[in-house]
């Protein structure tokens, strides 16, 4: 099971990117998929997650309104829309697959994932 992330870049702020994360091997259709990120000196933090059978996307406060996960199946592939974005946003980006449905309170724990991607590099800066 590969995950491949793709998309990131250096962009101003204010500016966009779309992240791109690829499966193979294996669909998370009927789990879930989730983009977390790591800043230098930083945790990974959860960003955003979606999972089979809820039409409900989350993310992390501080990305409401500017960020947008959505999944193509056919595909097999999960996107994040980031806009808006601020140098508070640099960070090392990855994707993450779990095969079975994550629970509510568990969306947003990496223990809920088994797959991880390579992660794609985010810089925001003028």
């Known amino acids: 099971v590969q995950l491949q992330a793709s998309g990131g870049g250096l962009v101003q702020p204010g500016g966009s990117l779309r992240l791109s994360c690829a499966a193979s091997g294996r669909t998370f259709s009927r789990g879930g998929m989730a983009w977390f990120r790591q800043a230098p000196g930083k945790e990974r933090e959860f960003v955003a997650a979606?999972?089979?059978?809820?039409?409900?996307?989350y993310y992390v406060d501080s990305v409401k309104g500017r960020f947008t996960i959505s999944r193509d199946n056919a595909k097999n592939t999960v996107y994040l829309e980031m806009n808006s974005l601020k140098p508070e946003d640099t960070a090392l980006y990855y994707c993450?697959?779990?095969?079975?449905?994550?629970?509510?309170?568990?969306?947003?724990?990496?223990?809920?994932?088994?797959?991880w991607g390579q992660g794609t590099q985010v810089t925001v800066s003028s």
């Open positions: 979606m999972r089979w059978g809820d039409t409900n996307t």
């Open positions: 993450a697959g779990a095969i079975k449905r994550p629970i509510s309170r568990a969306l947003r724990e990496r223990p809920s994932y088994s797959y």
